[in-house]
């Protein structure tokens, strides 16, 4: 990525590419080759080449798909040298980012546009984890459901025992100062991975013994690492070994903090129901207004809300009527659409589709850029939720 951010074109040529899933990648393609007729006006020839060059070569990447991958795609191309100029040849970076692309966006500039890009890699919940003990240390993160081994260090302390001949104090109190110096070197190590490099939301750390409890309380980490250790884990190794151990019980530390989150935001919503012009909405109507409006800021909705949204497309005219529906009413729901005349042209023909309702929420959510929490029923608050419909919103403001 870094690397990317680097390259610089010799005119306006490097091609930055955002297809989101729902868009048709026949359709991408033809505006690909309107871009390519007018890339043939270009007066310099070199850069008209490159282009030229660097839209076909995506077109015919794009031709191997037969649909959009299920977050859609992101491409950078475009003519790179590669032994100074004149060496240029055309590069072709594809990337599967890792959520759905919201925007289509093409765009033919000196650089390529990665920030949509950064922006989704860096909103991904990871998690930093740190292995140590006196002989050895390893940072890792999790990211979804991804692990991966970042760093690993050695301390290159000596043992507990003293050779023969050496003055006991003397021995304690070197040992003592390379331990420090180690604690330190680890530190470099573990900001650098998990503050420059990642941003991190929560830290795990383990290890045998008692040297990650003295590696913590001297402050050696950054505070803002400090600060967000959400477990402090005995295992029985330390280094790579360990930090598969703490993989295997970060998982359960994982689910207690989003049960804590869920919690605040359900008590959140409770608060503002309970006060006279309280920042709350609640029932599928209102909540769907609310966002319409602009004014919800995050959608709570139940994980077992058995709803769909259903959508009835007039063949004649294209009129559209939509509505939101428990799943349990869908085939009376159907019956109905169906035999409703069309309030534009009364004919009775219909094409008619349906999605889950929490997705449909996510849509709508995405274009007023308000989030949606989906809250487990394991909670107390999750129960809550239910009562009140299973579908709440916390306001920006009141409508
Ligand atoms: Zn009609």
């Known amino acids: 990525m870094s690397e990317l ?3 610089k074109g010799r005119g306006t040529e490097l091609i930055s590419l955002y297809i989101p899933p729902k868009k048709a990648l026949h359709e991408v393609i033809a505006a690909l080759r309107d871009e390519y007729g007018t890339a ?10 490159h282009v030229m060059d660097a839209l076909v070569k995506t077109m015919q990447r794009l031709k191997l798909y037969k649909a959009t991958p299920e977050n859609g795609l992101v491409i950078f191309c475009g003519a790179l040298p590669t032994n100074g100029p004149g060496s240029e040849t055309i590069f072709l970076y594809e990337v599967f980012p890792p959520k759905p692309v919201q925007t289509y966006l093409y765009r033919c500039d000196d650089h390529f546009h990665l920030d949509i890009l950064k922006d989704m890699l860096k909103e991904e919940k990871t998690i930093g984890l740190l292995s140590i003990d006196a002989t050895e240390a390893a940072v890792g993160i999790i990211a ?10 050695t301390s290159g302390v000596s ?10 104090r003397r021995f304690e109190r070197l040992r ?6 180690y604690y330190h070197r680890v530190a470099r190590h573990v900001n650098k991975a998990l503050l420059e490099e990642k941003t991190v939301q929560g830290l ?3 290890g045998p013994g008692g040297t990650k409890d003295t590696f913590l309380k001297g402050e050696f980490l950054d505070y803002r690492l400090r600060r967000i250790v959400l477990a402090v884990f005995d295992t029985s190794y330390a280094g790579r070994e360990g930090l598969r151990e703490l993989v295997d019980k970060a998982a359960d530390v994982l689910q207690d903090v989003r049960l804590i989150e869920e919690k605040k935001l359900v008590n959140r919503f409770l608060r503002e129901v309970n006060t006279s012009n309280g920042l709350a909405a609640y029932s599928v109507k209102d909540v769907l207004d609310a966002l319409q409006k602009g004014s919800a800021e995050t959608v709570l909705v139940s994980e077992d809300l058995e709803w769909l949204h259903m959508k009835a497309v007039c063949s004649k005219c294209g009129f559209t009527r939509e509505v939101n529906v428990p799943r349990v009413n869908y085939i009376q729901e159907k019956q109905r659409l169906l035999s409703t005349p069309c309030d534009n042209c009364g004919s ?9 309702f929490i997705e449909y929420l996510e849509d709508q959510a995405n274009i007023s850029s308000a989030n949606v929490e989906v809250i487990s029923s394991r909670s107390e608050e999750g129960a ?3 009562s009140f419909g299973g579908v709440a919103a916390l306001l920006r403001y009141k409508v």
Do not use: C, P, W
Not at 163 to 168: D, F, K, L, Y
């Open 348 to 356: 009775l023909e219909y094409e008619v589709s349906e999605m889950d």
């Open 384 to 386: 809550m939720l239910k």
């Open 5 to 7: 951010s680097e390259k």
């Open 159 to 168: 043992g507990k025992h003293r050779a023969g001949g050496q003055s006991a």
């Open 144 to 153: 979804g459901s991804r692990f991966e081994v970042v760093d690993e260090i």
């Open 176 to 181: 003592e100062m390379e331990l420090t110096e």
């Open 40 to 49: 043939s006006n270009i007066k310099s020839d070199s850069t008209r080449n």
């Open 204 to 206: 795990i750390v383990g």
